[in-house]
């Protein structure tokens, strides 16, 4: 977690992210994107936060927050692993490498390993069927991946 004045930093960015919209209805998609950004992910607080500074009932704040899956209400690990199980990628054995993920770390998907480090998640498609199956860690696309490629990924983001 982080400390009382980190987070006061983080309020106060994001409140002033707020402030300078020129136009605050219709913003809340691109204020959660932001306040997601800040925070790693968006808790009650600052659910409640963004509704006060907008002017709209924390439901509806919590209504999207809760109906895409980009946001998410509990941290993440520093590293986000996701295995596309979309059909192309499952036909290609990413079932095998989801279990793999999941047994080196010991988590299960959708969980995050007890030292912050790395989530495990799956996903639909990302749109790289010809290099199925794929993984994302963050930002990075990996294809054509093996479940005897876990290792060599974990080794990567291991510092």
């Given at each position: 977690?982080?400390?009382?004045?980190?987070?006061?930093?983080?309020?106060?960015?994001?409140?002033?992210?707020?402030?300078?919209?020129?136009e605050?209805?219709?913003a809340?998609?691109?204020?959660?994107?932001?306040?997601?950004?800040?925070?790693?992910y968006?808790p009650?607080?600052?659910?409640?936060?963004?509704?006060?500074?907008?002017?709209?009932?924390?439901?509806?704040?919590?209504?999207?927050?809760?109906f895409?899956?980009?946001f998410t209400?509990?941290?993440?690990g520093?590293?986000?692993?996701?295995?596309?199980?979309g059909?192309?990628?499952?036909?290609?054995?990413?079932?095998e490498?989801l279990?793999?993920?999941?047994?080196?770390?010991?988590?299960?998907?959708g969980?995050?390993?007890?030292?912050?480090?790395?989530?495990?998640?799956?996903?639909?498609?990302?749109?790289?069927?010809?290099?199925?199956?794929?993984?994302?860690?963050?930002?990075?696309?990996?294809?054509?991946?093996?479940?005897?490629?876990?290792?060599?990924?974990?080794?990567?983001?291991?510092e």
């Amino acid at each position: 977690m982080c400390s009382n004045n980190l987070k006061e930093q983080y309020f106060k960015e994001l409140g002033e992210f707020i402030d300078n919209l020129s136009e605050k209805e219709g913003a809340l998609i691109a204020v959660l994107h932001r306040a997601q950004h800040i925070f790693g992910y968006l808790p009650q607080e600052v659910q409640k936060f963004v509704a006060k500074k907008l002017g709209v009932p924390v439901a509806k704040v919590n209504g999207v927050v809760t109906f895409y899956s980009y946001f998410t209400e509990t941290p993440k690990g520093k590293y986000v692993i996701n295995v596309c199980l979309g059909t192309a990628c499952f036909v290609k054995g990413a079932g095998e490498v989801l279990e793999e993920f999941e047994r080196k770390l010991g988590v299960k998907m959708g969980e995050t390993t007890p030292d912050g480090k790395y989530t495990v998640q799956s996903l639909r498609c990302v749109g790289a069927c010809g290099l199925a199956p794929v993984v994302t860690v963050n930002d990075k696309v990996y294809g054509h991946f093996t479940k005897q490629m876990v290792d060599k990924i974990l080794d990567e983001y291991n510092e």
